[in-house]
């Protein structure tokens, strides 16, 4: 005798495969993607070499990731971006071993870099603003890790023993509150760059202060400890370096002040030296006219002096 149809039964079994579909999507919603992007045409041309990899042209290459982070966004997924560097997944592999002509290792290691590496949220930027953007957040996080590791070899004082590197920290991030301070209510925009055997460390901060003395200023981001650790580092080596503040604020000129780091010292300039510089080409030397409505002011007080200064 042939089974009996039960519909109910069959109705019950799709329904179930429905919900189980729903919440798989829903899981999917929930799990966060990372994209390797190779940004360089330099970059791109080095992975070619491996068969595996199949784009011939990178213009073609980057419309397809922008095509693929808008798909991943469509569909509610959280995705961010990072730079896909060929020299370090070919160590990866080689730690590893891997074969690195593969889209399984490719996957693999861009998975990693969501640990070790400067991600950007993607917003929905088309790819021609997203590229500049993560470069800019690559070399931000680069320099944050020099500088940290340059803080780290420091040592400790022969004569207190104390960490040199946790004290240029420690008066570094008082620095950047007397500078705020000092500033005034405004948008404030500041510039530390300092120069060392490896590189040129340039960190750069924007915050707003509020005319409310008890409001602490609003910084964005990271920017935050991105700066006070490139300024904790110049104090520490106790080698040159300079720090721009310009202040924005209501009907008033732009206000420019200027230091300079001399032998662990953040030493405030002469409003004649933030004048010279401002209105000097770097690469030439050459004179620069001033900004209309800008004023070239002298920096103020703004590090205390350690116990061994």
Known sequence: MPPKNDTGSHRATRTARTAGARRRRTLRREAPSTVGLLADPGDFAAMRRYRSFTFDDHQDYLRHVED????????????SVALFDPEEYAEYCADHGLDPDTAETRSRFTAELAGSSALLPYRGQPIDELVPLLVDEAVRQA??????????GVGSCADCGEDIGNASFERAADALKRLLAGAGPGHHHLVCSVPTEAEQLVAVLHADVA?????????????????????????????PGGLVLRSTGADRPDRVHGWHLDRGRLAPLSAAAVFNAYCTDADTGEPVAPEPGVEYCPGFEADVPGPHD
């Open 143 to 152: 320099t944050w890790e020099y500088a940290t590791t340059l803080l780290a």
């Open 211 to 239: 005319d409310e003395p008890d409001t602490p200023p609003r910084v964005e981001g990271r920017e935050g400890l991105d700066f006070v650790t490139v300024l904790a580092a110049g104090l520490a080596l106790g080698g």
């Open 68 to 79: 693929l982070l808008r798909s991943l966004t469509a569909q509610g997924i959280h995705t």
